[in-house]
């Protein structure tokens, strides 16, 4: 997923950092979010496990699944937990891994990592605490058995880093149980106006599919999903409710496997470049109009001049007329319809009626009577079309989320919690 554009980071850090703040301290406040009992019930947590923990624990819970579905843990693993929190998973871990096993619970926040010493010194031994970024994980190479993380990977900035670190400090074979927010369609607009959009909203999750590549990028293995569910019809906030339907935000909880080695850096860049996954993200992005255009005039105009500099050189190469103008006109129509689908997301016809103004142009020129002057004219349209669609398309999802409204900017309510978005 995208990062807020407008902002480095350290600024996004410092965003997850107050937010999380006022969920350890004041768990009673307004999230937009489900906090607490409430949250772990309709996550399905098991009522032995709710129970045992900590009321205090158990008020701060923000998670967004619940990862034990996945079942990775084993009696005796040395159990990483990632974004713990004030420490519901790392105190259910540590009843899975028995007293053989040890539990690392690893969160950004401070006062989140205080509250999780507060309520396990004592109680669980073997539970030990740790602040730090997932970014940065201060653990030795391959020497967790498995980990957990619950809601943490949508808050970082550089999730492929933070993905490359869980493989780097897990065994060969070691398990990974994850449950996080992902969306079905990204976030392209610049965030900079509110940069708590990263912590409030879905501006911090990925594409499903898009998670589950880095996923394999970064080494792991038998990836499953084990469970998807809407997330945020749970929100007590309508308008977190409404924008994570319109962007398809959900959480998913998967279970994967460390392989046995990193994949070489060749291989990454080439499982990064298939053009499957690159096609489907200027899809929907909003950007296969534009490449398609691209591609048209490359052909177009591109074709003429490698010909002139070849001729130039001496190198007799001619154009074959009707497979060159066949080409144009196909990429010129497949542009036109690329853009044209954009209706659906911003309801303006303007696009489509350049478009078609533009290709009829072109066609004309192309297979009835050339004129340079009408060809690019035609061209002329199909960029203002293109170039009309993905304003559209911006400015459509920047109302849904709330940017540019002075009702939509964070309240700040008591001891720096923040309150619904309104």
């Given at each position: 997923?995208?990062?807020v554009?407008g902002?480095s980071?350290?600024?996004?850090t410092?965003?997850?950092q ?5 969920v350890?301290d ?8 489900p906090?607490?009992g ?12 709710v129970?045992s ?14 990862p034990?579905?996945a079942d ?7 159990s990483l937990?990632i ?8 105190l259910?871990?540590a009843?899975?891994?028995g ?8 969160d950004?926040t ?16 073997n539970v030990?605490v740790?602040?730090a970024?997932?970014e ?10 498995s980990i957990?993380?619950n ?5 970082v900035?550089n999730?492929?880093?933070a993905l ?6 897990l065994?060969p074979g ?5 449950a996080?927010?992902?969306i079905?369609?990204?976030v392209?607009v610049d965030?900079d ?5 990263w912590v ?10 898009s998670?589950?590549?880095m996923l394999?990028?970064a ?19 309508q308008q977190t409710r ?10 998913i ?7 046995g080695?990193a994949p070489?850096?060749?291989q990454r860049?080439?499982r ?7 096609l489907?993200?200027?899809h ?16 177009c105009y ?11 050189l001496g ?8 497979l060159?103008?066949g080409t144009?006109?196909?990429l010129t129509?497949l542009?036109t ?11 303006s ?7 078609v103004?533009g290709?009829?142009?072109v066609l004309?020129?192309l297979?009835?009577?050339y004129?340079a002057?009408?060809e690019f004219?035609?061209?002329?349209f199909?960029?203002?079309?293109a170039?009309?669609?993905?304003y ?14 002075p009702?939509s ?11 619904e978005?309104?």
């Amino acid at each position: 997923m995208v990062a807020v554009l407008g902002y480095s980071p350290q600024q996004i850090t410092e965003a997850v950092q107050d937010m999380y703040t006022a969920v350890a301290d004041r768990p009673d406040a307004h999230f937009h979010f489900p906090v607490g009992g409430q949250a772990l019930r309709f996550l399905d947590y098991a009522t032995a496990d709710v129970d045992s923990l900590p009321q205090g624990v158990a008020a701060s819970f923000a998670g967004v699944g619940n990862p034990f579905m996945a079942d990775a843990l084993h009696p005796g693993d040395t159990s990483l937990d990632i974004g713990a929190g004030a420490g519901n998973d790392s105190l259910i871990a540590a009843s899975r891994v028995g007293t053989g096993g040890q539990v690392i619970a690893l969160d950004l926040t401070a006062a989140m990592t205080r509250k999780l010493k507060y309520h396990a010194d004592g109680r669980y031994p073997n539970v030990g605490v740790i602040q730090a970024s997932a970014e940065h994980l201060p653990l030795a190479d391959e020497s967790i058995d498995s980990i957990t993380s619950n809601g943490a990977l949508n808050l970082v900035p550089n999730k492929r880093l933070a993905l490359r670190e869980m493989f780097r400090v897990l065994r060969p074979g070691g398990r990974l149980q994850l449950a996080d927010v992902v969306i079905n369609r990204p976030v392209n607009v610049d965030c900079d106006s509110d940069p708590r959009l990263w912590v409030e909203c879905v501006v911090g999750a990925t594409v499903e599919d898009s998670l589950l590549a880095m996923l394999g990028d970064a080494g792991f293995e038998n990836i499953r999903i084990v469970r998807r569910l809407d997330y945020f019809a749970h929100s007590p906030s309508q308008q977190t409710r409404e924008i994570a339907k319109s962007f398809g935000a959900h959480s998913i909880e998967l279970r994967a496997q460390r392989a046995g080695r990193a994949p070489q850096w060749w291989q990454r860049w080439l499982r990064r470049c298939h053009p499957r996954r690159w096609l489907t993200d200027l899809h929907r992005r909003g950007f296969l109009g534009v490449a398609t255009l691209t591609l048209a005039l490359i052909n177009c105009y591109g074709a003429l001049a490698a010909v002139a500099i070849l001729a130039a050189l001496g190198a007799g190469v001619a154009l074959t007329p009707s497979l060159w103008a066949g080409t144009i006109a196909l990429l010129t129509i497949l542009a036109t319809l690329f853009i044209a689908v954009g209706y659906r997301r911003h309801r303006s016809a303007l696009p489509a009626i350049l478009c078609v103004i533009g290709t009829v142009l072109v066609l004309y020129a192309l297979f009835i009577d050339y004129s340079a002057i009408t060809e690019f004219a035609g061209f002329v349209f199909l960029a203002g079309a293109a170039g009309r669609d993905l304003y559209l398309r911006r400015r459509e999802e920047a109302a849904r989320l709330g940017l540019g409204r002075p009702e939509s900017h964070v309240k700040t309510g008591v001891s720096g919690a923040r309150t619904e978005r309104r």
